[in-house]
């Protein structure tokens, strides 16, 4: 009888209670605070990346890259400076390079809720 007893206080304990707030996931392949583009290479440092909306990140672009996209509610044409973007909504932004997009200096990140 002990060891019955026992076994039922062990269960209540494993089983009986499930108290544990709902916390988040983490963000599955999450975006670096910026995207820059590798100095040796006409290529961004990253082409896939998942953001939560309202994250801000940082695009780099420059003359020599300017940087047009569009998707999750923004808009950006030829930029040639570095680009602070917030999404207000979720979505799939694509971006690229105007110049070397055509030999793979494009990305797109995936805007979730
Ligand atoms: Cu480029």
Known sequence: MKNIFGLMITSVALFGCNSNPVVDPPVVN??????????????????????????????QANSGHPLSGSGAGRTISSAKSDQNVGFAQAGTFSFLCDFHSGSGM???????P
């Open 106 to 112: 494009k990305g797109s990140i995936t805007v979730v």
């Open 30 to 59: 999450a975006c670096p605070s910026t995207i820059t583009i590798s100095g040796s290479s006409n290529a961004y440092t990253t082409t896939s990346c998942t953001l939560k909306v309202g994250t801000p990140i940082t695009i």
